[in-house]
């Protein structure tokens, strides 16, 4: 059954932008749902906290807090955060949306990774929490639920800086025990945590992407903690023999127990990753983990790929596939390279088995690029992507190709200097002799805020559209300087440099604050005439009340006298119909004081007249007989008795 259709925000119109069409997951702080940005006609992520939570107030301005601030990070590699608001008992943050999984659904469905893989998805991971820590952020909850990996093969890291507000995990539920897999020992024993924490982590999760399975493992939360606290990370070769030493120093490095020994931040982490790699060869690199092996043989799907996508066929005939940044080579011996002088492997009955199996893998969508038959006149394009330049034209050198030139583009996923992707692309056929073109990234496309103080809010809208920016939240204050309706300022402020689609804050003048002027027992011609004086336009509101202003004059107005208004604020006048007519009691004969009491009760005012050198207490007369009525709030006159 889909529990989306018992939610009862999808299908809403939230704060009157976004319209949520489905959930996507749910957490123990908020609750996350693909909507529809009806301004800018763009899909996006709506994380909206749970209700129960929203009554926080100091939890409430935490997540605001945390959540401008990593806005303001503005990393390909971050999950970006448009903008924040709030209706009702909901309060939100709209963010990108990434269309795709989660490094733990990859995890859950092919188990462990090659080594080539793990460093693709560890690297950007630790170029975003790089980012974060020169910032002074802690994610402090880095595990594979927050690694998305995009259809497009793009990573990004989830919830930065929103754990922050959430605090620490204390009961000891399933998700507990998945979240404390990851914690270092120092979060555990003293509850400290910083950029040191979040290097343990990315190693926790480096580990099991090579070996398909967590460190430390327990049926209760407090079994892993013990171990955590007690035991060191193994070494991953322990698990998947023949993991080159390389990457079992890396592992080592990242989760030593003391956090002293640990790099520093995960700047430093990704330079050391940066390092084993280049002492890796493509084969430890392309190494197949034994499961995944042993489940090829098996003639089950190959666990540690990604899957390909078919293309249309090339000029040979050949189908060709292409992959995301994720593609794995295949499990199995490799094919040998153009120019060995060797037969490859698959002869004879070799060959119809792997006819077969190219058919099953087809079959199930798995596509045939990475098991390619080489029949020695053709090779394959070497894996690219993410490469630096210099590198990339190395490995095309190595494997006899050419280079028959390089584009650059702006790229907001690859780092400056690194390849896009080629043509052909990473894994296509090509003669031994071919030449590939590189396309080279420049980096992120840089946008400026532009200056737009002064501009109505319209034209500042369009203005930052303009550039490639995206209009965000919008506040009003008061201001003696810059004319109603105008912008005040710009929120990253006008000339800071952020990427396309980062959002900024506009804050737009009211005018001068107007002192609200007291009309009320005015006509209504001589109140709005008052209050036009003033700056401030007056609508009259149907129906009117009774009141002890007279008929036909202002009895009520709002705002009320004293308040502050912008000039052009409309004032509502209420209009009196007169006071209402009671019956006046008869008090006569009764005395001073409890003649008093029935008259007010009544609903009157009271006045005592006692003639000259009289101390008599009881009434002899009252100015409206008893019996009759006169107007609500008007002034009855009680006389005493004379000497």
């Known amino acids: 059954m889909d529990t989306t259709l018992q939610d009862p925000l999808v299908g809403q119109l939230l704060d009157g932008r976004y319209r949520i069409e489905a959930r996507i997951a749910v957490g123990g702080m908020a609750t996350v749902y693909r909507a529809v940005d009806t301004r800018l006609d763009r899909v996006l992520a709506l994380k909206v906290m749970h209700p129960a939570l929203a009554t926080d107030v100091s939890f409430v301005e935490r997540f605001i807090r945390e959540a401008k601030s990593v806005a303001r990070l503005a990393h390909p590699n971050v999950v970006a955060v448009f903008d924040q608001g709030a209706q009702g008992a909901y309060v939100y943050l709209a963010m990108e949306y990434v269309a795709g999984c989660t490094l733990r659904d990859v995890l859950r469905e092919r188990g462990a990774l090659q080594p080539r893989a793990a460093l693709d998805i560890l690297e950007p991971v630790l170029a975003a929490l790089g980012a974060a820590h020169r910032a002074g952020f802690v994610h402090r909850d880095m595990k594979p639920e927050n690694v998305l990996i995009g259809d497009d093969g793009r990573v990004k890291v989830a919830d930065f800086g929103l754990v922050r507000a959430v605090g620490t995990a204390t009961d000891s539920t399933g998700s507990l025990l998945g979240t404390v897999s990851y914690l270092a020992p120092e979060q555990i024993e003293h509850g400290t945590a910083d950029t040191r924490s979040d290097v343990y982590a990315c190693g926790v999760v480096l580990y099991e992407m090579l070996t398909g399975a967590k460190p430390h493992t327990g049926e209760t939360a407090a079994q892993v903690i013990y171990q955590h606290l007690n035991s060191d990370v193994p070494a991953p070769s322990a698990v998947v023999p023949g993991l080159p030493v390389a990457l079992d120093s890396l592992v080592a490095s990242a989760t030593a127990r003391n956090p002293e020994v640990r790099p520093h931040d995960a700047v430093l982490l990704l330079a050391e990753t940066r390092e084993a790699r280049t002492a890796l060869t493509d084969a430890e690199l392309d190494a197949v983990p034994p ?11 190959d666990r540690t790929s990604v899957i390909p996508r078919a293309l249309p066929a090339d000029g040979d005939g050949a189908e060709v596939h292409r992959t995301s940044r994720l593609e794995m080579p295949p ?28 058919a099953v893998l087809l079959t199930l969508g798995i596509g045939t690029g990475v098991w390619y038959i080489n029949s020695g006149q053709f090779t394959q394009v070497p894996s690219l992507l993410g ?18 030139g390089v584009d650059r583009v702006f790229s907001d996923t690859v780092e400056r200097g690194s390849v896009v992707s080629s043509d052909p692309a990473s894994g296509a056929r090509i003669r031994g002799n071919g030449s590939v073109k590189l396309v080279v990234s420049r980096g992120p496309e840089v946008v400026r805020v532009p200056d737009v103080v002064g501009s109505s809010l319209a034209d500042a809208r369009r203005s930052l559209k303009k550039v490639g920016l995206v209009p965000g939240m919008v506040t009003r204050e008061f201001s003696e300087d810059v004319a109603r309706g105008e912008v005040i300022r710009t929120d990253p402020r006008a000339g800071t440099d952020r990427t396309p689609d980062t959002a900024v804050a506009l804050v737009v003048s009211k005018g001068a604050p107007v002192d609200v002027p007291d009309v009320t027992g005015l006509s209504a011609e001589d109140a709005t005439a008052e209050l036009e004086a003033e700056g401030l336009k007056a609508e009259v ?11 036909g004059d202002v009895a009520e107005q709002s705002p009320g006298e004293g308040t502050e208004a912008a000039e052009g604020d409309t004032v509502q006048l209420t209009i009196s119909k007169g006071p209402r007519m009671l019956d006046v009691p008869d008090v006569t004969g009764r005395d001073v004081d409890e003649a008093r009491s029935t008259l007010e009760e009544a609903g009157f005012e009271v006045k005592v007249d006692r003639p000259f050198l009289s101390f008599s207490d009881t009434i002899a007369s009252q100015s409206v007989d008893g019996g009759e009525q006169a107007p609500e709030g008007s002034t009855i006159t009680i006389k005493t008795k004379g000497f």
Do not use: V
């Open 291 to 301: 499961q995944a092996l042993s489940e090829a043989h098996d003639g089950a799907d």
């Open 331 to 358: 499990a199995g011996p490799a094919a040998p390279r153009r120019g060995t002088g060797r037969r490859g492997p698959f002869g004879g009955p070799h060959r119809k088995l792997i006819t077969i199996l190219t």
């Open 387 to 404: 490469q630096t330049q210099k590198t990339a034209e190395q490995r095309l050198s190595d494997e006899g190709l050419g280079l028959k």
């Open 541 to 551: 509101l149907p129906g009117r009340i009774h009141s002890a202003e007279a008929e």
